[in-house]
């Protein structure tokens, strides 16, 4: 990746169940984010070592990730633990997963290659209601500008819409007014797609059910229009 130091938004953590997987793809890099059945997050290279089947394929045992082509199972720090087809063997600790550092803020997965890199969030906004995430046919660049022109309708309060950046990389910005507000993670997926990971800054009492199809409604309408101005400029 060309942003090592620096968390990056890849899933939200609603989408990511215990015990389930989900491949995600992150500036061109396949990777799996899954959850154990305790239910902690990991973030590794979506490629088994040892016959590069992807683990978003596999099937969660436990605390452990099992590979679908032979049953290789994976400790959380990635580390080989059993391989079927040979039950007694003491599996080398060479035999191991690419893994990520990972937390979850604001309702949100996010992953580093880094363990020194700055938290995502600079502010508090300890209330969150998950939205949802946007896939896009459109590099993020795009997404960005069209976020910056957008107009966000008001659910529990009314006012202007405003844009701002919270942090140009990772890419992170609220929109909304006094009231109502989004926190929109960007996630760079290769050069001709993005995602856009969405929650809204307020309590579920006031969000949940209406507020979110309210707003659910705005991103899908967000999305056919930047794609469409995406597809015309071309």
């Not at 609603?14 to 899954?34: D, F, H, I, Q, R």
């Not at 459109?138 to 008001?154: H, K, S, V």
């Not at 507000?181 to 996630?187: N, P």
């Amino acid at each position: 990746m060309t942003s090592d130091a620096y968390w990056h938004a890849v899933s939200l953590s609603s989408a990511v169940e215990p015990g389930t997987t989900s491949g995600v793809m992150v500036e061109g890099k396949e990777l799996v984010v899954w959850r154990d059945q305790a239910g902690s997050a990991h973030v590794w290279e979506d490629r088994c070592p040892h016959r590069g089947m992807r683990l978003s394929f596999g099937a969660v045992r436990g605390d452990r990730l099992g590979c679908l082509y032979h049953g290789w199972q994976y400790d959380g720090a990635g580390q080989c633990r059993a391989i079927p087809a040979h039950p007694d063997l003491v599996v080398p600790k060479t035999i191991k997963v690419l893994t990520y550092h990972v937390t979850e803020a604001f309702d949100m997965i996010w992953m580093s290659t880094a363990v020194e890199a700055p938290l995502p969030i600079a502010f508090d906004a300890s209330d969150t209601t998950p939205l949802r995430s946007l896939t896009l046919d459109c590099p993020l660049q795009i997404a960005i500008e069209a976020l910056g022109n957008t107009e966000l309708p008001g659910f529990a309060g009314t006012g202007n819409t405003g844009f701002d950046a919270v942090r140009s990389h990772p890419a992170l910005w609220t929109l909304g007014n006094d009231t109502d507000r989004l926190l929109i993670a960007g996630q760079v997926i290769d050069d001709a797609h993005s995602a856009l990971h969405i929650v809204i800054l307020g309590r579920s009492e006031t969000y949940s059910g209406a507020g979110q199809m309210h707003f659910a409604r705005w991103a899908e309408q967000f999305r056919a229009e930047v794609e469409l101005s995406s597809r015309d400029a071309a």
